[in-house]
Nanobody, 123 residues
């Protein structure tokens, strides 16, 4: 299973980035998806999750109102739109998926990880 995240880069405070993740083949359908991040010297943390049909989302408090998770099931892609970026958003961002299909998106229990993409927010 390939869960390659892309779209990271260097952005100034207040800027925006959109991350993408396109899992391989039929893996994507009927599976909730999520985004995690790991800042330097810190543990990996959950950021946002979306149900397999896209009707339910949830976010950690620090990103609420700034980040939006979405998915395009026709193109097997999940996105993370990040606006009003802050220096504390600097991290490697990973997309992830649980082992089970369907079900509730919360709590999100990742079983599959992709290679991350680095987001750097400069002040």
């Amino acid at each position: 299973v390939q869960l390659q995240a892309s779209g990271g880069g260097l952005v100034q405070v207040g800027g925006s980035l959109r991350l993408s993740c396109a899992p391989s083949g039929g893996f994507f359908s009927s599976r909730n998806m999520g985004w995690f991040r790991q800042a330097p010297g810190k543990e990996r943390e959950f950021v946002a999750g979306i149900s397999w049909i896209g009707s339910s989302t949830f976010y950690v408090d620090p990103v609420k109102g700034r980040f939006t998770i979405s998915r395009d099931n026709a193109n097997n892609t999940v996105y993370l739109q990040m606006n009003s970026l802050k220096p504390e958003d600097t991290a490697v961002y990973y997309c992830a998926a649980p082992k089970i299909l369907g079900g509730s998106v919360k709590p999100f229990n990742p079983a599959y990880w992709g290679q991350g993409t680095l987001v750097t927010v400069s002040s």
